[in-house]
């Protein structure tokens, strides 16, 4: 596929993240307005409020877009899905005949706030890159146990916060919690000392479904896609998570990329899942190209220092899809929502370079990672900031994501402080 010109000239330059063929799905608000949904071209965002009320757009009885979330699009169901994108493609190629009734309606990113956009209905987690799940499990378990004797056949997950995930720009506090030191006989009750980021990618499901479903049909029910970054507290987490998962390590947030690019975006991108070491249970086995060809990389900028990028690896490492998550999270009958997001799990690669976390990165703060600035890092310090950036390239344009980007504030003094 080659790019689709538009005529915003901004979008029909080779390395812009929004060009006509992404058409990803934010909420924003401008100076003394309220948020509404919004569709990135360019460096700008057509007002899809203003669009709907001036008739350009109509897909409904009801209007869609003068809402801060982009659930009830959603919930209309994958034909309205491609609808829309076919008329936001003739309003904004180039020659459209429309083009001076949609120029008023769009608004420069630059000086826009953009917010979360889709209301987290629930938020699962999972454990399934494989470069990752290996570090992770040499470091506390050896070579020989690194994957758990399920790892191979179930992609493995815990059900995380819908109430802490929040979009980019967002910043994130230090957490206090429960933490056992070897060298302590006693539990004993700090700031986090072991901060670390996750690289992820999260899956919004855009289908409702109640009871088991396919992996075609999981695909089928995926809108799109953001970034996530999993913050997690490894101190608080290896004490707390035998025997039933993470639970406030995970808790403190979760950040998201503030572009939902759709699945329709990503499909020229699609490639298969690494070789299967064991064949899958018949319920989970591919049905065809199941991931996505997504360069992502991590930055780390200290306070007022130059942002050094210390991770860079693909999607196509993971093991198991976000449509093989959603179809083995249903087995149950577990009902899933418009709206449920899934996160992918670290996204490692073979690589010491590819490792999307500092806990691999610093090998457990063992090997601590130098930045440009020439400071070293073996876990997270007070005042740096973590972003992370997507891009699948084609012929000629490339599929953005809009930056994943947090700071992280030092730990209150007193959490309990009224
Ligand atoms: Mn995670």
Redesign the pocket.
């Known amino acids: 596929m080659t790019l689709k010109r538009s005529w915003v000239a901004s979008a029909n330059d080779a390395d812009h993240p929004f060009p006509l063929n992404n058409l990803p799905c934010g909420v924003f608000s401008t100076a003394g307005t309220e948020p509404r949904c919004g569709v990135a071209i360019g460096d700008m965002i057509l007002d899809m409020a203003a669009a709907e009320e001036a008739g350009l757009i109509s897909l409904t009885d009801d209007p869609l877009f003068d809402v801060p979330y982009w659930n009830d699009l959603m919930e209309q169901g994958p034909a309205v899905w491609a609808a829309l994108r076919e008329r936001l493609t003739a309003l904004l190629a180039e020659g459209a005949q429309e083009r001076d009734r949609v120029e008023p309606l769009l608004v420069p990113q630059e000086g826009a706030t953009l917010h979360m956009p889709f209301v987290v209905s629930e938020y699962t ?1 999972f454990y399934a890159g494989k470069h990752h799940a290996t570090n992770v499990g040499t470091m506390f378990r050896g070579p020989e146990n690194a994957l758990p004797p399920n790892w191979l056949h179930i992609p493995i997950g815990y059900n995380g916060r819908a109430s802490s995930v929040v979009v980019s720009g967002t910043e994130i506090r230090r957490p206090w919690g429960q933490i056992k030191s070897p060298e302590h006989d006693r539990p004993a009750f700090l700031p986090s000392r072991r901060f670390d980021l ?1 690289l ?1 990618m999260g899956a919004i499901v855009g289908t409702a479904s109640d009871g088991p479903i396919t992996v075609q049909e999981a695909d089928d029910n995926i809108f799109g896609y953001v970034l996530l970054n ?1 913050w ?1 507290a490894r101190d608080i987490q290896a004490w707390e998570y035998q025997p039933l998962g993470p639970f406030q390590a995970k808790a403190t947030a979760t950040t998201i990329s503030p572009w939902i690019v759709t699945r329709a975006a990503l499909e020229p991108f699609r490639c298969d899942t690494p070789a299967r070491e064991v064949e899958l249970l018949d319920h989970l086995k591919d049905c065809g190209p199941m991931l996505y060809d997504i360069d992502l990389e991590v930055t780390l900028a200290p306070e007022g220092g130059p942002a050094t990028t210390i991770a860079r690896t693909n999607y196509r490492e993971m093991y198991y899809s976000s449509a093989q998550q959603l179809a083995h999270h249903t087995t149950s009958g577990c009902p899933m929502n418009v709206g449920d997001l899934l ?1 992918s ?2 996204i490692s690669g073979p690589t010491k370079d590819s490792r999307g976390s500092l806990l691999e990165l610093s090998w457990g703060g063992k090997e601590p990672i130098t930045l440009d600035s020439g400071e070293s890092r073996s876990f997270l310090e007070d005042g740096d900031t973590i972003t992370l950036k997507g891009a699948a390239r084609g012929n000629g344009f490339t599929i953005g994501f809009g930056e994943c980007s947090g700071k992280l504030l030092p730990a209150l003094e007193d959490p309990y402080a009224r």
């Open positions: 987690d996750e992820e999993d997690s996160g799990g670290t």
